[in-house]
């Protein structure tokens, strides 16, 4: 009796630091990630733990989750963190950061929905595919197009977003649209699709700047009438800078979808929650809470 006595008490006093052990991991690595679902174990075992921990509390888990590959276990997912408003860093004064933008915040909200947790691994754009092959990160966010190219090495998911490029011009003009522009001087960017857009209007002067912000200038000091660039880039420079509007072109071809590896476990789950927000209204609300009720198309 005695020995049983003390062999109990080893085992409730092992079992004890364990768990200990395994919550200070936890809350670490939630604190590095900035996410709010609960964490996986860095030995792989966090689905296996927290659905044991359902088992043991009695909350199961939602109806269809039971299986889900999100549960219980943090994705690494390649962005590049340079796209604002899509993907961003924000660093605050203790020198810790946190990934913020559109893409970012549809990317949590799928995952989360799913009982997951993300951590973000900021890299050059052209370098995603490659990590991608290379087992690196699980997907990457969505600034990349489903092109034929890519299909053949990647996944991709339901296309979310069509960028659209934008008219600016002062607050009193009215330019809905490339007809309107007729006759005006037109600022575009150096070396960007927006100088076959500017000077295919009959009958404008065009003039090329280096950068999108030497454009918004020009036109607000009346050296030209509007500027053309990218309407996501638009709408910030319209929150900094007083006077001036937008009208947003047709789409184009270019648009946004999440890539993932071939056969990843995660797609079929990620997809499906993707079209679900597609259709209830949770990704429209995302996107107007970055950019404007003007990007959400019918």
Same mark, same amino acid.
């Given at each position: ?9 080893a ?17 670490? #690595?939630? &604190? ?10 860095? !030995?792989?075992? $966090? @689905?296996?733990q /927290?659905q044991t921990?359902?088992e ?7 109806e ?15 962005c590049?963190?340079t796209?604002?408003?899509f ?15 559109m ?30 092959q290379?087992n ?9 197009a ?8 990647l996944?991709f ?8 490029? #934008?008219? &600016? ?10 007809? !309107?522009?007729? $006759? @005006?001087?037109? /600022?575009y960017?150096f070396g ?6 500017a000077?295919?209007v ?5 003039v090329?700047?280096?950068?999108s912000p030497?454009?918004?200038?020009e036109?607000?000091s ?11 880039g ?6 900094q ?9 047709e ?8 890539g ?12 499906k ?7 209830n ?8 809470s970055?950019?404007?009720e ?5």
């Amino acid at each position: 009796m005695k020995k049983l006595t003390l062999f109990l008490c080893a085992a409730i006093t092992a079992t004890a630091l364990t768990a200990c052990g395994g919550a200070s991991q936890e809350t670490t #690595a939630a &604190v590095e990630t900035q996410t709010t679902v609960a964490q996986s174990e860095e !030995s792989g075992s $966090g @689905k296996k733990q /927290a659905q044991t921990e359902n088992e043991e509390t009695g909350n199961a888990l939602p109806e269809g989750q039971e299986n889900n590959p999100f549960q219980g276990q943090t994705v690494k997912v390649g962005c590049s963190a340079t796209f604002v408003p899509f993907e961003s860093i924000e660093m605050a004064a203790d020198g810790s950061k946190t990934y913020t933008g559109m893409n970012i915040d549809i990317i949590k909200e799928i995952v989360e929905k799913n009982g997951g947790m993300v951590e973000f691994v900021d890299m050059p754009f052209k370098s995603l595919m490659a990590a991608i092959q290379a087992n690196q990160i699980d997907f990457c966010s969505g600034g990349m197009a489903p092109t034929d190219e890519r299909r053949q090495t990647l996944d991709f998911s339901e296309i979310f977003f069509y960028p659209r490029n #934008a008219i &600016v011009y002062r607050t009193g003009d009215s330019y809905p649209d490339l007809d !309107s522009l007729k $006759g @005006k001087t037109i /600022a575009y960017v150096f070396g960007t699709n927006y100088q076959q857009v500017a000077e295919g209007v009959e009958g404008a002067q065009t003039v090329g700047i280096q950068g999108s912000p030497a454009c918004i200038e020009e036109v607000k000091s009346k050296r030209a009438d509007a500027c053309i660039v990218d309407g996501a880039g638009a709408t910030e420079f319209l929150k900094q800078n007083e006077g001036l509007e937008m009208s947003l072109l047709e789409k184009t071809d270019d648009c946004f979808a999440i890539g993932f590896p071939k056969e990843s476990p995660y797609y079929e789950a990620f997809n499906k929650t993707l079209k679900d927000m597609m259709e209830n209204g949770e990704l429209d609300e995302i996107i107007t809470s970055h950019l404007s009720e003007q990007f959400i198309l019918d």
